[in-house]
């Protein structure tokens, strides 16, 4: 792991450089939602722009004459598919993902299962592109229920953390299923090469929590795919990194991002403001100032773009609602190494062969 | 086709497509409450029969496929028809 001489923490580079540092010579086709996100189209273009190359071609799905108007003259690596329609963030999912057959995401994610394109990114709707994923992309067989695996700004450095929102209710064996795609995630997308798995629960003791959490307990304690489980953790050592992955159920994963996200937000707010109380403080500041942007950089979600649809026969990257262009940007590198890498191999070898393996 | 062939394919989607134990479908098992399967099952249940089969199934007619033998019903009144 990267890091810098005696900072206390490690900037989320040492995982995003890995995805923008194209090492290998495959071309992939990486279909971009324009029309989803607060921001859409023109942060969503601006961040695909930021992100294609010779070896990221970006294709934008949606309203084709709005998205052409925002790309320059000459433009490579970037094409433009049309679709007339959008999901709006109120539908219900499933419903809309079978009915809305010309909406971006639909059109996205087919054009994914028909092979013209790799992965696919959106910022839209997370239901509707979970539903969406499920009914066009496909599951990889063997795989329940597909999570939301998300990194997530931890000190010193940052954790894997599913299911952030994809399944509000679980079983014992779903979670199970999360721990193993969640440590292949680490170990292909975030380059941890021996990731240890945490539970989230109420209390370390493995009596500790719903009955759900007490039975996958036992499930990944005596599954051997799973290498390094450290056993139950709380929610304040999210934060703090005891382990790389933590594996929750969607809900609870959902509040604790939020959760999170919302106080890194109020003490860094807190730390600027009291900066900014005298000339003594400002001068600190100054002096502070470069580091500060290395902490503040380590506690935005937006560094790492999004979060992958993991299970989906394809990498699907679930973007921030609000991302600007550098979140799109970073999903969409985050789309190419899901390509790449032996991330989709790897859960398919391993809950593929479940019933041998267990 | 035979009640019983549609049966053997719509057990093929569901222990395939949504990862159901085999042993649970049975003609009388319900999705939600025996097979555990949530509405986004459901909808993929439909589509899958949908491409199988080669017909069309609208959401009032989804609504009503219950069980697995209701789901079988639905089939064969579509393909002899």
Known sequence: ??????????????????????TDDRVVRVVVDAAGGDNAPGEIVKGALDACGPQLNVILVGDEPRVRALLPEGVQHVSVVHAPDVIGYHEEPATAARARTGSSIVVGLKMVHNGEAEAFVSAGNTGA????????????????????????????????????????????????????????????????????????????EPTKGTPDVIEAHQLIAGDHRISHFYGNIEGRDIMNRLVDVIVTDGFTGNVGLKTIEGSARAILGALKATVMVSAKT????????????????????????????????????????????????????????????????????????????? | MTREEVFEHVKGILVETLSVDEEKVTMDARFQEDLETDSLDLVELVMT??????????????????????AVDFVMTRVDA
């Open chain 1, 1 to 22: 792991m990267r890091g810098s001489r005696n900072r206390p923490y490690t900037s989320p580079h040492w995982v995003t450089d890995a995805w923008s540092a194209v």
């Open chain 2, 49 to 70: 029969m949908e491409e199988k089969f080669g017909i069309k199934i609208t959401d009032e007619e989804a609504a009503d496929i219950k069980t697995v033998g209701d």
């Open chain 1, 282 to 358: 400002k001068l600190g500041g100054l002096l502070l100032q470069k580091d500060l942007q290395v902490l503040k950089d380590a506690l935005n979600p937006e560094e790492f773009g999004g979060a992958l649809l993991v299970g989906m026969n394809a990498p699907v990257v679930i973007a921030h609602g609000n991302s600007k262009a550098r979140g799109i940007a970073q999903a969409v590198r985050m789309g190419r190494r899901g390509a790449v890498s032996d991330l989709l191999p790897t859960i398919a070898r391993e809950l593929g062969t479940q019933t041998a393996a267990v």
């Open chain 1, 129 to 204: 592109v979970v539903a969406a994923s499920v009914l066009y992309v496909r599951r990889i067989p063997g795989v329940k229920r597909p999570a939301i695996c998300t990194i997530m700004p931890a000190m010193p450095a940052p954790v894997a953390f599913l299911d952030v929102g994809a399944n509000a209710e679980v079983r014992a064996e779903f979670l199970r299923q999360f721990a193993i795609m969640g440590q292949a995630f680490a170990r292909e997308v975030m380059g941890i090469p021996e990731p240890t798995i945490g539970l989230l629960s109420i209390g370390e």
